[in-house]
């Protein structure tokens, strides 16, 4: 009886400190955090390689190359501000003009806004 009271007693913390790291690391990597659109207006470099989610609807597409990806202007819908972002093929996207999205973005070098991922709002 006491060796299984013992077994319970050392698993107990342990399945909760392993719960714990598992729900601590699936928040890592998500942005959630707005993009700071003026921020990035003023100086883009000094967001490249963050994460951010940009509320926005397709006002344009401005290039498409087969394979590579599209070039769309999008407005973001808290600020009256045009950005162009860019959007991989491989999100398989079918945008529309005036089309309203959740993107997850990313900054990259050169002020390039990156599409990591997409949702229809």
Do not use: H, T
Not at 36 to 62: C, H, K, T, W
Not at 94 to 109: G, H
């Amino acid at each position: 009886m006491l060796p299984r009271l013992l077994r319970c007693a050392f698993r107990l913390p342990l399945i909760a400190a392993l719960g714990l790291s598992f729900w601590l690391a699936a928040g890592c990597g998500r942005s959630g955090e707005p993009f700071p659109v003026r921020s990035f207006m003023a100086a883009p470099d000094n967001l490249q390689g963050n994460r951010y989610q940009l509320e926005a609807e397709i006002d344009a597409q401005l290039n498409w190359r087969e394979g590579v990806g599209r070039l769309v202007a999008v407005r973001a819908l808290r600020e009256d501000v045009r950005l162009p972002v860019f959007i991989a093929d491989s999100l398989k996207a079918n945008l529309l003009v005036a089309q309203r999205y959740r993107f997850e973005i990313s900054v990259r070098k050169g002020g390039l806004l990156y599409v990591e991922s997409l949702r229809k709002l």
